[in-house]
């Protein structure tokens, strides 16, 4: 997280991202795929398989492949540059991402439940997550809150807005939080 300051005195928490420059790598088309959808490529990797460098042939070998529904499949082509500029102030955009993971976590951190009170015979039993409720079925539900891993999935953040767009640098600033720990890959779309 970082902060923009405005003309006016104001402060926006914002999240950079370095948004590309990525390239199309293959476009595909109802007719022969079943679908409409866009593949760009994104950071280099010195090596890769033979089938992703056969893939990719004549291109850059990218770390990252990712796909996007498209609509109109005749605005992309094969090699095309897909920049920052495509993102304008103000945009609302989508931003999906996986969550840091958390590990093993008890029910008061995993689903906010509060625990027993410190006194009138609790010992040992404050994070507890008490009766489950499974008298009448003689089984425990499906669903039912209780401890696991936390977290290592994937979130969609819809409606975030677009603070400031760095054509230069290829930086995106996008006001707020975004999921996921520094570094991480993220898919930015607009809505």
């Not at 008490?130 to 969609?156: D, E, Y």
């Amino acid at each position: 997280m970082s902060q923009l300051f405005k003309e006016d005195g104001q402060v926006v928490p914002v999240t950079v991202i370095k948004a590309g420059p990525c390239q199309v790598t293959q476009v595909k088309s109802k007719e022969t795929d079943g679908y409409a959808a866009v593949q760009l490529g994104f950071g280099l990797k010195r090596r890769i398989s033979k089938p992703t460098f056969g893939h990719l042939k004549d291109l850059p070998k990218f770390r990252y492949l990712r796909e996007f529904r498209i609509s109109d499949k005749d605005q992309f082509s094969r090699g095309q540059e897909v920049k920052v500029e495509t993102f304008t102030e103000g945009d609302l955009v989508k931003v999906t991402g996986l969550v840091k993971g958390r590990g093993f976590q008890g029910v008061v951190k995993r689903h906010g439940f509060h625990g027993s009170p410190k006194t009138h015979g609790h010992k040992d039993q404050l994070r507890m997550p008490g009766s489950i409720g499974s008298t009448g079925p003689q089984r425990v539900l499906k669903g039912t809150r209780m401890a696991g891993r936390m977290g290592g999935n994937q979130v969609s953040i819809t409606n975030m807005k677009v603070a400031a767009v760095d054509a230069e640098n290829n930086l995106l600033y996008l006001k707020g939080a975004v999921p996921g720990a520094r570094g991480s890959l993220l898919l930015v779309t607009s809505k």
